[in-house]
T-cell receptor, first 113, second 116 residues
Framework: AQTVTQSQPEMSVQEAETVTLSCTYDTSESDYYLFWYKQPPSRQMILVIRQEAYKQQNATENRFSVNFQKAAKSFSLKISDSQLGDAAMYFCAYRGGSEKLVFGKGTKLTVNP | GAVVSQHPSRVICKSGTSVKIECRSLDFQATTMFWYRQFPKQSLMLMATSNEGSKATYEQGVEKDKFLINHASLTLSTLTVTSAHPEDSSFYIC????????????FGPGTRLTVT
């Protein structure tokens, strides 16, 4: 079974600074997708960024980018120019052939003004 | 973007009663919907996968007779918590996969269930 590990229960960053959230996963599949979701206090899950495993190029969405290391099974999220609105729980997720999303335990990000 | 709604957003029920939660895809057809449960300060745990017109597939450890799932149309799935007990109190989230998309699940805003 696939597993997703987020080793940082909590992280903090100063406003306008950069922070990186870590995620590793375990799978025997070769074709899969990886995601980062944001869950603010409203509890609404928001897709931040996704990465297809077959793509070597790291995905980027404005201030959010990933460092996808397929051989190492690592998928970290970098948030640049952090804003107060970035404060939330961040979940790394894996989706393989079963279409089910497997989530990590999450990282709580605090942004300090 | 695609929108998924859930109703109700909050519900309080007495122990022993049943409660139904609806999940609707508002602007797309969802052949597959997923139901998750989230305890405070924890991650989302998949409970079941709901396919339109067929029986739901439950994850290991999830009681099928307690958590009844019906996916009667391409835009609606329901989760009924039967004979609810206080330990069923949780945050329930649904997601829907767009028939036309290969990778994206759209999440509903969740339902807070409190069983007294």
């Amino acid at each position: 079974a696939q597993t997703v590990t987020q080793s940082q229960p909590e992280m903090s960053v100063q406003e306008a600074e950069t922070v990186t959230l870590s995620c590793t996963y375990d799978t025997s599949e070769s074709d899969y997708y990886l995601f980062w979701y944001k869950q603010p206090p409203s509890r609404q899950m928001i897709l931040v960024i996704r990465q297809e495993a077959y793509k070597q190029q790291n995905a980027t969405e404005n201030r959010f980018s990933v460092n996808f290391q397929k051989a190492a099974k690592s998928f970290s999220l970098k948030i640049s120019d952090s804003q107060l609105g970035d404060a939330a729980m961040y979940f790394c997720a894996y989706r393989g052939g079963s279409e089910k999303l497997v989530f990590g335990k999450g990282t709580k990000l605090t942004v300090n003004p | 973007g695609a929108v998924v709604s859930q109703h109700p957003s909050r519900v309080i029920c007495k122990s022993g009663t049943s409660v139904k939660i609806e999940c609707r895809s508002l602007d797309f057809q969802a052949t597959t919907m997923f139901w998750y449960r989230q305890f405070p300060k924890q991650s989302l745990m998949l409970m079941a996968t709901s396919n339109e017109g067929s029986k739901a597939t439950y994850e290991q450890g999830v009681e099928k007779d307690k958590f009844l799932i019906n996916h009667a149309s391409l835009t609606l799935s329901t989760l009924t918590v039967t004979s609810a007990h206080p330990e069923d109190s949780s945050f329930y989230i649904c997601s829907a996969r767009d028939w036309g998309q290969t990778y994206e699940q759209y999440f509903g805003p969740g339902t807070r269930l409190t069983v007294t």
